[in-house]
C-alpha cells in the first residue's frame, strides 16, 4: 500500500532553516511528482511546489522562491523540502503529497502525515 | 490569481443532506477535486474528477460541477463526517497552480 512518511517536528529560531524529508513506499518513487503543501495553524492549504523525483526538476510557487528548495534522494525514494530564512509565519504543518493525473485535472491521492514546524525565539 | 471560495461553515443535523459549495469563475470548465481534513489528520481524498470516488469513501459522498459552482453533497449526514473540506483545481493562469479554497468546516448538530 502506497504510504509517506514524514520526519518529526522541528522547532526553530527565526533565521534558521528547516529541512523535511518524506519517504515514500508501495509504489514507483520516480513515477509520480511529490508536492509540498503547508498548512498555518487553524487556516487552510497552501500549496508550495512540486518535484519530479524521476529528473530532479522542480517548481514553486513564486510566494516561497528564493526560501524553498525541494530534492530528492532516489536511491531511497525520499523526497525533501528545505525553507530558509524561518519567520515565524512560516510556523505550519507541512504535507507531502502524491500528485496523480494530467497536469489540467490532476489532484493528490496520498499524503504524508505532516510535519509541525514553529519558528520561534 | 484564481480565486476559491467555499462558505467558511455549514451545520446539519445526523441523517440530512449536507451541501458544501465551492465557487469560482467558470469553475465548470475545470476539474474540482475534494478532501476531508479531520482535526490533527492530513487531508483524505474524497472526490475527484468533479464527481468520482475513490475506493473506501462512501457512496454518500457525491460531487458535481457547472457553471461557476461546484458542489460537494453528503446524505444521510453522519457524526463521523464532521471535519474540514476543501476544494481544490488546477489553473494555468495563477501562480499558484494548485489552487486550494478557504475550507469549509461541516458540524453535524
Known amino acids: 500500500q502506497v504510504q509517506l512518511v514524514q520526519s518529526g517536528a522541528e522547532v526553530k529560531k527565526p533565521g534558521a532553516s528547516v529541512k523535511v524529508s518524506c519517504k515514500a513506499s508501495g509504489y514507483t518513487f520516480t513515477g509520480y511528482y511529490m508536492h509540498w503543501v503547508r498548512q498555518a495553524p487553524g487556516q487552510g492549504l497552501e500549496w508550495m511546489g512540486w518535484?519530479?523525483?524521476?529528473?530532479?526538476?522542480?517548481n514553486y510557487a513564486q510566494k516561497f522562491q528564493g526560501r524553498v528548495t525541494m530534492t530528492r534522494d532516489t536511491s531511497i525514494s525520499t523526497a525533501y523540502m528545505e525553507l530558509s530564512r524561518l519567520r515565524s509565519d512560516d510556523t505550519a504543518v507541512y504535507y507531502c503529497?502524491?500528485?496523480?493525473?494530467?497536469?489540467?485535472?490532476?489532484?493528490?491521492?496520498?499524503w504524508g502525515q505532516g510535519t509541525l514546524v514553529t519558528v520561534s525565539s | 490569481s484564481y480565486v476559491l471560495t467555499q462558505p467558511p461553515s455549514v451545520s446539519v443535523a445526523p441523517g440530512k443532506t449536507a451541501r458544501i459549495t465551492c465557487g469560482g469563475n467558470?469553475?465548470?470548465?475545470?476539474?474540482v477535486h475534494w478532501y476531508q481534513q479531520k482535526p490533527g489528520q492530513a487531508p483524505v481524498l474524497v472526490i475527484y474528477?468533479?464527481?468520482d470516488r475513490p475506493s473506501g469513501i462512501p457512496e454518500r459522498f457525491s460531487g458535481s460541477n457547472s457553471g461557476n459552482t461546484a458542489t460537494l453533497t453528503i446524505s444521510r449526514v453522519e457524526a463521523g463526517d464532521e471535519a474540514d473540506y476543501y476544494c481544490q483545481v488546477w489553473d494555468s493562469s495563477s501562480d499558484h497552480s494548485w489552487v486550494f479554497g478557504g475550507g469549509t468546516k461541516l458540524t453535524v448538530l
Open positions: 503529497a502524491r500528485l496523480v493525473g494530467e497536469m489540467a485535472t490532476s489532484y493528490f491521492d496520498y
Open positions: 474528477y468533479d464527481s
Open positions: 518535484i519530479n523525483p524521476n529528473s530532479g526538476g522542480t
Open positions: 467558470n469553475i465548470g470548465s475545470k476539474s
